[in-house]
């Protein structure tokens, strides 16, 4: 059993950045391949990005590359989401999620374990 919670969400401007946490316990954080997700109100939930369990590879959707970043520190057991140059469409509660199984990663049935969110909220 992994329990995850993230933290840093909040109500930003456009143009902003904002980083989100997630701080995880019960496994061995390293053997986990970790995920960032986001989910709007009335839309599906969708996939951010992930980063592998080492930290050495990452992965980005279309949608947020350039601007959000991943990164992890395992003597922490905990992952990151830095996002810059917020748009109000980046609005979402972002989840981060945790896989031993390391494939189909970049889709929410890739991950057993679940955070409970965090909001963000990007202002016009």
């Known amino acids: 059993q992994v329990q995850l919670i993230e933290s840093g969400g909040g109500l930003v401007q456009a143009g902003d950045s904002l980083r989100l946490s997630c701080a995880a316990s019960g496994r061995t954080f390293s053997d986990y391949a970790m995920g960032w997700f986001r989910q709007a109100p009335g839309k599906e939930r969708e996939f951010v990005g992930f980063v592998s369990p080492t930290g050495t590879n990452t992965y980005y959707t279309d949608f947020v590359k350039g601007r959000f970043t991943i990164s992890r520190d395992n003597a922490r057991s905990t992952v990151y989401l830095q996002m810059s140059s917020l748009k109000p469409e980046d609005t979402a509660v972002y989840y981060c999620?945790?896989?031993?199984?390391?494939?189909?990663?970049?889709?929410?049935?890739?991950?057993?374990?679940w955070g409970q969110g965090t909001q963000v909220t990007v202002s016009s």
């Open positions: 999620a945790a896989s031993s199984s390391y494939v189909r990663l970049t889709t929410a049935g890739g991950y057993r374990y």
